[in-house]
């Protein structure tokens, strides 16, 4: 199956700095990228959708300036958390849906365990 | 809104059979999906099943849908410990653009 490749699978910041998370497809174009949040023992909370080449679209009670997203290229997306705080420590994962598949299924990346301090 | 329910534990004994289930309130649903997550790890796509199928079978896997009820079953026959994970039903739209996510079965599988 296609991979998503996420990077870093782990990372530990101090409150008030800035985390970049980055996704990649390594096999697949993906038209559209998602992010998700996921608290323990909790579902996945869809954060925002982004289509390659206009903004990305947030889910409500998401803040844009926060959580700051970039869709590079069709195998690129990237998760800037900015002035992280406690609160914001949780496991992040994204996901491409492959364009070539018809959009039955989307890919998830391995996520990133975010912890600040 | 949409909404995913199920249930959030489920103990089974080795080489027993593994039935998760799953109810859904989107009646515009095109695809269901299950997905498994191990300990730390992302999402791993086990099977879907279209909203016009009432069964799909994949191997140990068995996949019942009763769209008149927005039920959905998973049921893994033979589990086996490896199979101890959480599972996650999902379902999304014709654009297959949004999936929505239920709060995952725990299922743990007792040697």
């Known amino acids: 199956g296609a991979v998503v490749s996420q990077h870093p699978s782990w990372v530990i910041c101090k409150s008030g700095t800035s985390v970049k998370i980055e996704c990649r497809s390594l096999?697949?174009?993906?038209?559209?990228m998602f992010w998700y949040r996921q608290f323990p023992k909790q579902s996945l909370m869809l954060m925002a959708t982004?289509?390659?080449?206009?903004?990305?679209?947030?889910e409500q009670g998401v803040e844009k300036d926060k959580f700051l997203i970039n869709h590079a290229s069709l195998t690129l997306s990237t998760l800037t958390v900015t002035s992280a705080h406690p609160e914001d420590s949780s496991f992040y994962i994204c996901?491409?849906?492959?364009?070539?598949?018809?959009?039955?299924?989307?890919?998830f990346g391995q996520g990133t365990r975010l912890t600040v301090v | 809104g949409e909404d995913v329910e199920q249930s959030l534990f489920l103990s089974v004994r080795e080489g027993d059979s593994s039935v998760i289930n799953c109810t859904y309130t989107d009646s515009s649903s095109t695809y269901l999906y299950w997905y498994k997550q191990e300990p730390g790890a992302g999402l791993q796509l086990l099977t879907y099943?279209?909203?016009?199928?009432d069964m799909k079978q994949d191997q140990r896997l068995t996949v019942l849908l009763n769209k008149k009820d927005k039920h959905l079953s998973l049921r893994i026959a033979d589990t086996q410990t490896g199979d101890s994970a959480i599972y996650f039903c999902a379902e999304s739209d014709t654009g297959g653009f949004k999936t929505i996510f239920g709060a995952g079965t725990r299922l743990f599988v007792k040697a």
């Open positions: 099943i279209f909203s016009n199928m």
């Open positions: 096999d697949f174009q993906a038209t559209t």
């Open positions: 996901s491409h849906r492959d364009r070539g598949r018809g959009n039955t299924e989307a890919f």
């Open positions: 982004s289509n390659e080449g206009s903004k990305a679209t947030y």
